[in-house]
């Protein structure tokens, strides 16, 4: 973030310093570069706040999108899918997810070509009045070669500012964006408070002891495993066997502490799984 400001602020100096150069040697050419500058700076700007509301809008829509094209893919959902009678809707839905995609994209190249077209014209029509200018008898014998120059250096840096102005403020919000969502990953709480959970030492492989479970997701309410106990020695080797959605993922999830049981215990070696720090 701070490189991108740094080029956002070279490249407003960069404008400010070659419009007040030109205003002090020539009003005319100063205004004009003003003017010209201008709509494109504007335009920059715009752009990129239209780009950053489809952006924030397509954020959901992407998700849909891959939620929905692994139910449609992958071998377990893809066949549940096929089972329930949900291919012809799922295949609905994913078109209409990919023409709100489309729309947008279209939405912002017809934004860009608007802004495009109107700073096209402003800058035909200054360097139009431009060249009446130098064409014209109001300049002969006014300007030294050292004054020449600085015209030409002032409006190649006027030139040149613009162009980093937009492409700055373009990775600038990038930038942001990726800092804000890096923010909130690391802002995240967990899903289990282990506040008074503490560290064990495992020399050999543990017993695993699975009593009397039962669970339902939070955001459900549903219950998952009811009463389900379990026990696996060391050297053991056990296969979990289920049709879809029996629980054998949600079981392996609370072995594993990613979620704790809503009644019931696990024990690890003798340590009941609450107390055991996940990591």
């Known amino acids: 973030l701070w490189q991108k400001q740094r080029e956002l602020v070279g490249s407003v100096v960069a404008l400010g310093t070659g419009s007040l150069v030109l205003l002090g040697l020539d009003p005319i050419i100063g205004v004009l570069a003003v003017l010209t500058a201008g709509p494109m700076v504007l335009r920059d700007w715009l752009i990129e706040a239209k780009r950053r509301e489809l952006e924030e809008a397509e954020w959901l829509t992407l998700r849909k999108k891959i939620e929905v094209s692994y139910e449609l893919t992958s071998t377990d959902a893809g066949l549940r899918s096929r089972l329930w009678k949900l291919t012809v809707p799922y295949h609905r839905y994913f078109r209409a997810l990919v023409g709100e995609l489309i729309n947008n994209a279209m939405t912002l190249a017809r934004f860009d070509r608007r802004w495009n077209l109107v700073v096209g014209l402003v800058e035909v029509g200054t360097f139009a ?145 609450r107390s055991v720090r996940q990591q």
């Open 129 to 273: 009045i431009l060249c009446g200018y130098f064409a014209s008898g109001f300049v002969e014998g006014k300007y030294t070669y050292l004054q020449l120059g600085a015209i030409t250096g002032s409006l190649s840096m006027l030139v040149s500012g613009v162009h980093q102005f937009g492409s700055s403020l373009t990775q600038l919000e990038q930038s942001r964006l990726n800092y804000e969502y890096l923010t909130r990953v690391l802002a995240t709480q967990p899903l289990i408070d282990e506040s008074h959970a503490e560290d064990i030492e495992i020399t050999e492989t543990p017993e695993l002891l699975v009593e009397d479970n039962s669970f339902a997701y939070p955001s459900t309410g549903i219950p998952v495993i009811s009463g389900c106990s379990l026990i696996i020695r060391p050297g053991e080797k056990v296969a979990l066997v289920g049709r879809n959605g029996s629980g054998k993922t949600t079981l392996q999830r609370l072995i594993a502490k990613i979620y704790v049981p809503t009644n019931g215990s696990i024990w690890i070696d003798g340590h009941e799984i």
